[in-house]
């Protein structure tokens, strides 16, 4: 009883202490620029202002299509294209928007299915930054104009952050030059200290970054997507950034060694542990653009070393054998993690629990192959007792990619070291469960599937009760946000940052 009325008064008091929440000027509101502040504007940028639309709106009307709807509907699940739309969203749902009365706006690649192609959530205007002065000027045009500012890099978020109905947009895909420095000093720091880096600016994507460490001889710690499209300096970094060789190496957070940033006065700073201090703390976990508009990340690179891959794939007769065979196989975990081999592995209702498939692919670095093989085979030995038929090898190879996850390097770094959820410095597995609704879904349709969401999410809380979210991939439905996000509160209560916190996008999505 104490502790719910403990718990009863702490929510009270966050309520009453909360500033009264107000709306920022949105497009098609009277406080709207006029076109000529937005000349103004133009003069001051190095490129011409950009009106971002879906890219599926090139499919309409659907009597005489306005664009090449071919090659919109060829390269719609292309991560690498979607990423060079200004209007486009990796998770097409976050480009459409769901009033309160549940009108749905939108654009669906499905021209048929006779809805009208609308903005939804996508911005209609904003900047195509190609120098940190075009970040200035935007950022201070957002501000004079008290306009709903998004920040986009690629559109891969999973909660929609880089899209907002009416909000003025930042797009800093073409902010892409990378710098090698193999003796990089940060500002600030006694020379003494020198470290191999590969210095990024906020456009470059995973890809570029991984042929630029290839390029120089070394690897750098990053994340996995097809294609590697995934933007390597701007989301990623700023929620906390896995990578399968964080159990070696630690979280993209623990690699960055500088970061230069816009906040939100329009100034440009340089931040790391020796100046700027507590904004590097900051922005490194705490997410997204709360903060700033980062400009650029310097990682530290590491040696290229040995490198297996494990792969057991089948297709098992029964759905026990595969429970059977997952439970061993998360039975392997701790000691696997500590070890320092990663894993990246996506449990999704509609394939990997119902279904008879599974597929499990592990990356284990700098250890030999003969080492790999004799962990690993008292596992194959089970997966085949129970399936014969399985194919589970392993294969050197010299190259690297990426994965994720928890555990080794990233359990022994000091949780009070950046703004990351500390739930990372104890967590071993980071566990996706994800959905999907048809385009042209009613609202009801959408809203059953969003239970079964909180659902699922209340299965993984019931096995890790009190775990934690991952900012970049937690879920706009976790049950407990408060905690599951905790350092994310923490940081807006205002305990470590003597910046004020200004939003640059926005959560609410419907
Ligand atoms: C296919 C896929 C694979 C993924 N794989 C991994 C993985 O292996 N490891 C992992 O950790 N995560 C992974 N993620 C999650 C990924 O980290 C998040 O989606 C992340 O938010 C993407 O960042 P982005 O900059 O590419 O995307 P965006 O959607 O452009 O931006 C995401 C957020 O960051 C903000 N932002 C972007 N650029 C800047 C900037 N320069 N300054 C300030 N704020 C900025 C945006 O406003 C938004 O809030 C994956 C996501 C997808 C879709």
Known sequence: MKTILWIASLFTSVVLSKPKPRCRCLYGDSCWPTEEEFAQLQSKLSQPLIRPVLPESACYPESNPSGNCTDVQANTLDGRW???????MQSTNFETFIFRNGT????????????????????????????????????????????LLVVRSTGHDYLGRSAAIGAFMIWTHHLKNITANSAFVPDGAPESGTYNTLTLQSGVQW?????????????????????????????WISGGGHSAFAPQHGLGIDNAIQITIVTTSGEHLTANSHINSDLFWAVRGGGGGTYSVLTSVTYRTH?????????VASNFSLLAVKKDILTEHLKLWPGLSDAGWGSFLVLSNAVAISNTNLTLVLVVPNISWADTNATINPFFDFVRDAQPDTFATTIPFGGFYSCHVGGGKVSEIDPDSAGLNPAWRKAIVHMVVGSGWLSGSTVDQIRAVQQQLKDDLAILESLAPGGGAYFNEASLYE????HSLETIMNVWKGSRIRMTPWVFSSLQKE
């Open 479 to 482: 049950i407990n946000p408060l």
């Open 104 to 147: 749905i706006e939108g654009c669906y690649l499905n021209a048929t299915l006779g809805f009208p192609c609308q903005q939804g959530s996508v911005p209609p205007v904003g900047v195509d930054a190609r120098r940190v002065e075009d970040v200035q000027v935007a950022v201070k045009f957002a501000a004079d104009h008290d306009l």
């Open 207 to 235: 890809f570029e970054a991984y042929d630029a460490a290839q390029e120089n001889g070394r690897t750098i710690i990053g994340g996995l997507s097809a294609g590697g499209s995934v933007g390597a300096a701007g989301g």
């Open 303 to 311: 040696e290229i070393t040995p490198l297996t891959a494990v792969i």
């Open 82 to 88: 979607r990423s060079d739309q200004a209007g486009s």
